[in-house]
């Protein structure tokens, strides 16, 4: 008895609901899909964006490298020959304007110092003539110009005073036969060719020391002949790093020099950097991206409203006519920062759904 309950109960249970439902000559109607439009109210919620014709901008790929400011640089050639006794700082070190960087023994020094107190012996011998002269002429036994030449004498020694004592003063001052090499300003050493013993001479072409400010550097890009026409001074440009690969240095072409490298056949522009935290060092390499200009112009459009499916892409574009809003398949020439330029599919005018897209997207296909 339990099994024959078990298999016709559920036999009963479905005349039961035919019964139901047949009561009264009433049949179920098939449920119908809603037709989805597209309400004012969420209308106001999108974002739209507006297709219009923009130069065709493409990205230009670069290379270059670091290298310190040369407004902010100082090459320092010594004034003097002799001996270097003692180099103070190391390529790298910070050292502040006016620091000893190293120490030179020089003949030249000894002689400067020495005129300088000759100098100055002088200039006392004159100044004791000229009160001499002075009183005598006040007292009528001496004549005006007698005066004046002692006058003249004095203003003499003053002058060569000053001046010997500026040419010491230019090359370490103090009385002393050793050159003191200082910094003239602040910055980093970024190139060192002291060492002890060495002997230098002033007509050297190459400095003894080179000290830069690098809170901000340049980096000098390698233009090739291909892109010189696409790139302006002015430009904004993105760098990376092999060092910090994950970071982005910004800056603007400052300068383009119209000339070919003989060598490279390539053409140098030259990018500032501002250079927080001394991130960038000179002689460092980057990896440069910009954008090429042209006078080609096309439709564009900011790409976030652009939806890819099936190996396609759409835009949802704002009609009149019901549900508000239509699928559009559209061809792309190519996407810059984030604008993709369109050659077909769209017209200068059409508003486009830019947000919640894929959402309306999916519901109008549902409805198809």
Aim: charged content about 25%.
């Amino acid at each position: 008895m339990q099994k024959l309950f078990r298999y016709y109960l559920p036999a009963t249970v479905f005349i039961i609901y035919l019964l139901a439902i047949t009561a009264c000559g009433n049949t179920v109607e098939p449920i119908r899909k809603q037709n989805w439009e597209l309400s004012d109210s969420l209308l106001r919620r999108l974002e739209v964006d507006t297709a219009a014709i923009t130069p065709v901008q493409h990205q230009i790929s670069l290379t270059g490298k670091i290298t310190a400011n040369e407004d902010k640089m100082a090459r320092i050639f010594p004034m003097v020959s002799g001996i270097v006794t003692n180099v103070k700082v190391h390529s790298g070190d910070y050292v502040q304007k006016g620091q000893v960087l190293a120490l030179i023994k020089s003949p030249e020094m000894a002689t400067y110092t020495a005129d300088q107190t000759i100098s100055e012996k002088e200039m006392q011998t004159a100044k004791k003539n000229l009160e001499v002269a002075e009183s005598f002429y006040k007292s009528g036994l001496n004549s005006q110009q007698e005066y004046e030449a002692a006058r003249n004498e004095y203003d003499k020694a003053v002058a060569a005073w000053h001046k010997s004592s500026a040419i010491v003063d230019i090359n370490g001052g103090a009385h002393q036969s050793t050159y003191a090499v200082k910094a003239p300003v602040p910055g980093f050493v970024i190139i060192k060719r002291a060492a002890e013993n060495m002997q230098w001479r002033p007509d050297n072409s190459d400095p003894i020391f080179v000290v830069a400010d690098l809170h901000n550097v340049w980096a000098i890009i390698n233009v090739f002949e291909s892109d010189i026409a696409g790139i302006r001074e002015g430009d904004q440009v993105e760098m990376s790093t092999l060092s910090y690969p994950d970071k982005t240095f910004t800056g603007r072409i400052e300068k383009i020099y119209n000339v070919l490298d003989p060598e490279n056949k390539v053409m140098k522009a030259r990018v500032v950097i501002d250079n927080p935290g001394y991130l960038l060092k000179p002689e460092m390499f980057v990896s440069i991206k910009t954008q090429r200009h042209s006078d080609t112009n096309s439709v564009s459009i900011p790409s976030r409203g652009i939806i890819f499916d099936k190996d396609k892409y759409f835009v949802l574009a704002l009609t009149d006519k019901k549900p508000g809003v239509e699928i559009r398949e559209i061809r792309v020439a190519s996407t810059v920062e984030g604008r993709a330029y369109v050659t077909a599919g769209l017209q200068p005018g059409d508003r486009i759904i830019a947000s919640r897209q894929v959402f309306i997207y999916e519901t109008l296909q549902d409805q198809q």
